[in-house]
């Protein structure tokens, strides 16, 4: 039995990705915050033959970040996917310390703990997925908090690979353009989610990352729409 841990999979990417990994002898805990959406992602994963565990936490705390390792107890995970994310995309002198102190804590704090705790049970071969986004490559006008996370998560990412190495783990680092999700609910402006990726496309460059023998390493995969950025 393999083990998947994602987080943020009560929809949009995160639950592409389940239901995408989704198999016989795979098992997948599912992390959010919202247990009717977490219901739907696990009836979803078990109609394509896997198995499933939910895991309400907030990972914008310490305490649900142990919350969430707790929940996975001793066993070992063979792909943890770090895909919980949040944005406040407003001019940053319109930032309050609190936003900008959430997006530290669910978009860096939290990949840090969860992996610090995760990795002494991972064995040789298991994976380390990071959902980054272009922004962690580049900048955008009143997105100042989520560019400054993605970054961040970038920079310790690229270190971790280096010192997983030896150990047979490989860190990948997916990084979507804008993709159709309900991220766009709360940013004000007309988004043309028709010229978007869909959260299916990014489930499957996971799945082509994870598919490649485990000495082959496929370390960034970047995804963009064929018709440029928006």
Known sequence: MKHILITGASKGIGRAIAIRLAAKNIHIFVHGRDKKALDET??????????ATEIIADLSTIDGCEKLVSAVG???????????????????????????????AINITAPFLITQRLVPKMKKGSSIINILSIAAKSAFSSWSSYCMSKHALRGFSESLREELRPRGIRVINVYPAAVATDIWEGVAGNWPKEKMLSPDEVAEAVAFAL????????????????????
Do not use: Q
């Open 74 to 104: 001793k066993k070992s995970i063979n792909v943890l996917i770090h895909n919980a994310g949040v944005a406040y995309v407003k001019p940053f002198d319109k930032l309050n310390l609190e936003e900008w102190n959430r997006t530290v």
């Open 42 to 51: 696990i009836r979803l994963i078990e109609k394509s033959g896997g198995s």
């Open 211 to 230: 598919s490649r023998p485990k000495d082959v390493m496929v370390d960034d995969v970047t995804i963009e729409n064929v018709g440029g950025r928006l």
